[in-house]
């Protein structure tokens, strides 16, 4: 079973910078769309940005403009670098893989809380 394996998580200041990562445990060609949730306090599981194999990339209103959502399909890896942070981005970000069998993977989630 492959498994998604996240990094990059954190504090930083607002206005400040941070890149997460996700990477498949193992090689694999099932993997179609891959992107990343949040969920802050008290919150509902909110889409955060999703790209497809072919890098077709769509965004949540409140981060365009400032994430970006890339991927290295040889890799099996997604990123998703945050720029401009704001303290209402705080919250633990899942990673996600939807693979042709219509199934779903997720991440086991990493904290981003942005903070002065």
């Known amino acids: 079973q492959v498994q998604l394996v996240e990094s990059g998580g954190g504090l930083v200041q607002p206005g400040g910078s941070l890149r997460l990562s996700c990477a498949a445990s193992?090689?694999?060609?099932?993997?179609?769309?891959m992107g990343w949730h949040r969920q802050a306090a008290g919150k509902q599981r909110e889409l955060v940005a999703v790209?497809?194999?072919?890098?077709?990339?769509n965004y949540a209103s409140s981060v365009k403009g400032r994430f970006t959502i890339s991927r290295d399909n040889a890799k099996n890896t997604v990123y998703l670098q945050m720029n401009s942070l704001k303290p209402e981005d705080t919250a633990v970000y899942y990673c996600?893989?939807?693979?042709?069998?219509?199934?779903?993977?997720w991440g086991q989630g990493t904290q981003v809380t942005v903070s002065s």
């Open positions: 996600y893989a939807n693979l042709y069998d219509s199934s779903r993977l």
């Open positions: 790209i497809t194999s072919g890098g077709g990339t």
């Open positions: 193992r090689s694999s060609n099932n993997i179609y769309t």
